[in-house]
């Protein structure tokens, strides 16, 4: 991973705020394979999903466990009771189980693929930092969005992605509206980022994802 530092431009929707954040390259500047990315989202979807489709055995089935015919003279092959597969009304063999199997990924693996879908993402401009005094004054689902249309634009390209401090209460005051998802440093992952058409940290949520993984990108 790449130790240079990456600088990005805090946006506060004013003219005259010029501050910027320096980013750590072994985050922001980080190098993989597409296919790492595309292992992670197939991880990640597959595990979405309820494993819950199962089926009945022979021992689970209602019916009688009395032997139907006598075991030799009829010239038929020997059956116990009506409860076997091949029988209609019978158990069913080899059938799905639900049993809550997981795919697994490496916990390193997972840190890399969520670097360098950011890094990824600052490379094509599509990474911004939102400064905390933003969203200082809103108190309505309607200034917030006013105030975020106001800093980034008229209109969000795509999903957008905003992620929050840690237990912020403006977080709240966005998790309603429509093509944008809101969620905290600990929350991120690759795939959220990479389906975002945009990603923005506000300011203290920024310091607190770098702190989260300081000392622990290798």
Do not use: C, W
Request: charged letters at 30%.
């Amino acid at each position: 991973m790449a130790k240079t530092k990456l600088a990005a431009k805090i946006i506060s929707g004013k003219k005259d705020d010029d501050r910027v954040m320096e980013l750590p390259g072994e985050i922001f500047n980080v190098t993989a394979s597409d296919k790492l990315l595309a292992h992670y989202v197939h991880v990640y979807l597959e595990n979405q999903k309820r494993h819950v489709s199962t089926v009945k055995t022979r021992s689970e089935v209602t019916g009688s466990t009395r032997k139907i015919y006598r075991q030799k003279g009829t010239g038929r092959a020997r059956h116990g009771d009506i409860k076997a597969p091949i029988f209609v009304g019978g158990g069913i063999a080899h059938g799905p189980e639900a049993d809550g199997a997981k795919l697994a990924m490496p916990k390193k693996m997972r840190r890399k693929s969520l670097f360098y879908a950011l890094s990824l993402k600052l490379k094509g401009n599509k990474l911004g930092i939102l400064a905390d005094t933003l969203l200082s004054k809103t108190e309505k689902t309607k200034e917030a969005v006013a105030a975020l249309h106001k800093a980034i634009g008229s209109e969000m390209p795509g999903r957008t992605v905003v992620v929050f401090p840690h237990q912020s209460d403006k977080k709240r005051q966005l998790v309603n509206v429509r093509q944008l998802e809101v969620t905290e440093p600990h929350g991120l992952n690759a795939y959220n980022v990479m389906k975002a058409g945009q990603v923005y940290f506000m300011e203290k949520a920024m310091e607190e994802f770098i702190n989260l993984f300081k000392g622990r990108t290798k």
